[in-house]
């Protein structure tokens, strides 16, 4: 049994543009939670206790986040990555505190305990192999925008970081599990032609030494890369949830359409229209007779009196207009 996890959380997000202004990607909310949270939480849903989150020098928060909402016989530790150097030097400052195999998982990467499960009876079912990856049916796009493998049947006997030709039609998400020494091979690691030190480079370093790879895949992957994507999570999971949960005073004048989630502390004026998928941060406010529909107001985000908001995400001062998820 994996008892321990590491969870990659350095990055600060640039490519979501003004999200990440005053926050790493890593603090972002998912439906009342830091995205960091939900893949801390859904691992120790599976039976994972013990975690080291690699942070930047500014972890927005997040120590603080965990120190009040610790969970019941988890233990966390935290690791700061100075610069952003790659995966490699990340992993390389937790694994003073692995004593054991264990998972990797990056902090934008969504998927359910079921599949982390799999993951991990995957891996105790080869005693041998030093890895088990999450596979994914890609298109060749995406797979050069990850990692491409070839496989043999049950094993993986190749993988590539971002391939120009990628081998076949599925990309490895990064929420692996590793035994111990998989750790060996990480000062053996060059430096990529995109300047960092890959993991998947240490895995294929394993491969080329005749270590076994074995994999699980799955249909479902939510990823945080773009401003769209922290739109598209927080609907996808308040879709599957289908519910209203409201933690504010609202008027009695608001009108509600589920699913919808509002945190403590939101102010709503008389008479908006909340909903459907909608999200509110704590700290957002709705002005009287505002339409919110599709769109998530984050804290400090604030939609005028009478103004209508649909397909938006409004955090502070900024405005970031999306397309509108598609209606099931």
């Known amino acids: 049994m994996i008892e321990q996890a590491v969870i990659l959380a350095a990055g600060r997000g640039t490519r979501l543009g003004p999200l990440t202004q005053d926050r790493p990607k890593s603090m972002l909310p998912v439906l009342g939670q830091p ?23 500014d972890d927005g928060g997040m120590r603080a986040y965990f120190e009040r909402a610790a969970l019941p016989g988890v233990e966390i530790r935290f690791a700061v990555q100075a610069r952003a150097t790659g995966t490699v030097d990340a992993l390389t400052l937790a694994a003073p505190h692995l004593d054991g195999p264990f998972l990797l998982s990056s902090v934008d990467n969504l998927t359910s305990a079921a599949h982390v499960r799999r ?8 005693p041998d192999a030093i890895a088990a990856l999450s596979l994914l ?10 990692a491409g493998v070839v ?25 692996y ?21 890959e993991i998947v480079s240490g895995i294929q370093a394993a491969l080329a030494e005749g270590r076994r790879v ?27 949830n289908g519910e209203l949960h409201v933690h504010s005073d609202l008027p009695a ?22 909903g459907p998928n909608v999200y509110l941060e704590s700290g957002a406010i709705v002005g009287a007779g505002a339409s919110v529909a599709n ?22 001062s900024t405005r970031v207009v999306v397309a509108a998820p598609e209606t099931e």
């Open 295 to 316: 769109s998530l107001i984050l804290a400090g985000g604030a939609v005028a009196p009478g103004e209508t908001c649909d397909g938006m995400i409004v955090a502070g």
């Open 177 to 197: 599990a590793f035994s111990h020494d998989y750790l060996d091979y990480l000062g053996r690691v060059p430096v990529s032609s995109r300047g960092e030190r």
């Open 35 to 57: 995205i960091a949270a939900h893949v801390l939480g859904t691992m120790a849903d599976a039976g994972v206790r013990r975690f080291v989150i690699v942070v930047g020098q």
């Open 253 to 274: 004048s608001v009108q509600l359409l589920a699913p919808a989630r509002i945190d403590p502390e939101v102010s709503v004026g008389i008479g908006a229209r909340l």
């Open 119 to 126: 993951l991990i009876s995957r891996f105790a079912a080869g």
């Open 137 to 146: 049916p890609a298109s060749p796009e995406q797979i050069q925008r990850s």
């Open 151 to 175: 496989i043999a049947g049950d094993w993986i006997t190749a993988i590539e970081e971002k391939p120009e030709q990628p081998p076949s039609p599925w990309a490895a998400i990064m929420i």
């Open 214 to 240: 074995s994999y699980v895949t799955t249909d479902r992957r939510l990823h945080l890369t773009r401003e769209r994507d922290l739109l598209e999570i927080n609907v996808t999971l308040l879709r599957e």
